[in-house]
């Protein structure tokens, strides 16, 4: 009977800035903590997070509310995540969905770029707090995983930013990463995209890494090995 009963659908909302976690379905949008664990599921979310029910006949209206509240309240310029969680019936097995979207804000007073002006603009796109921050941390990570790093060395990389923390289910395999870049290809956007393709080449070769690796030893992502056909 248990296995027949759908699980428990809740949505949270939260932005990540650059130190901080904060809760994007409450008003004032009060900081929660996350913390790490050498186990998975390796990131765990304070328990005073904002949790809206969203499973039963309204479920999908909830679905949007939350969403459209967390939009409503988060700040320019953070990065943020909204989380669907996934209670099943023995009320102890959680699976999540997080959609997370990596801003990368312009530094204040930059000056968009103009034919003859591309060095000028350059130098201020570089200079981009998410850049100094969750940008390089993701790199570091992904440079480390590609290495071959120790675990422990990798751990340190992942506590210099909340992203970092966030997307680590992700790079230990724990679970599944797919990402989507929105790109702008007008001339005002270019010196922005050339930040951005460091980070994007590391992702591509992680994930060739990951795949090879799964194609060599007949495993799945989890690290399980597949039984053969």
């Known amino acids: 009977a248990a296995s027949g009963t759908p699980p428990v659908v809740e949505a949270s909302f939260f932005e990540l800035q650059q130190d901080a976690v904060c809760d994007l379905l409450q008003s004032g949008c009060p900081r929660v903590s996350m913390r790490e664990t050498m186990q998975p599921p390796y990131t765990i979310l304070d328990q005073n997070l904002t949790s809206m029910r969203c499973d039963g006949a309204s479920g999908f209206t909830r679905l949007l509310d939350a969403y459209f509240t967390g939009l409503e309240h988060m700040r320019k310029g953070n990065h943020t995540c909204f989380q669907i969680a996934f209670l099943r019936p023995d009320g102890r097995r959680r699976s999540y969905l997080r959609l997370i979207e990596m801003a990368w804000p312009r530094q204040a007073g930059s000056v968009p770029s103009m034919p003859g002006q591309a060095g000028k603009t350059q130098a201020s796109a570089t200079s981009s707090p998410a850049a100094g921050r969750a940008g390089a941390a993701l790199e570091q990570v992904l440079q480390l995983k590609l290495s071959g790093s120790p675990p422990a060395t990798c751990a340190v990389a992942y506590r210099k930013s909340p992203m970092a923390l966030l997307l680590k289910p992700c790079f ?58």
């Open 172 to 229: 230990e395999g724990a679970s599944s990463l797919c990402f989507i870049h929105c790109l702008r290809l007008e001339q005002t956007q270019l010196n922005y995209l050339a930040v951005a393709a460091p980070l994007l080449a590391k992702i591509y070769l992680w994930l060739g890494m990951i795949r090879s690796s799964k194609s060599r030893t007949g495993t799945n992502f989890m690290g399980q090995r597949r039984n053969p056909p």
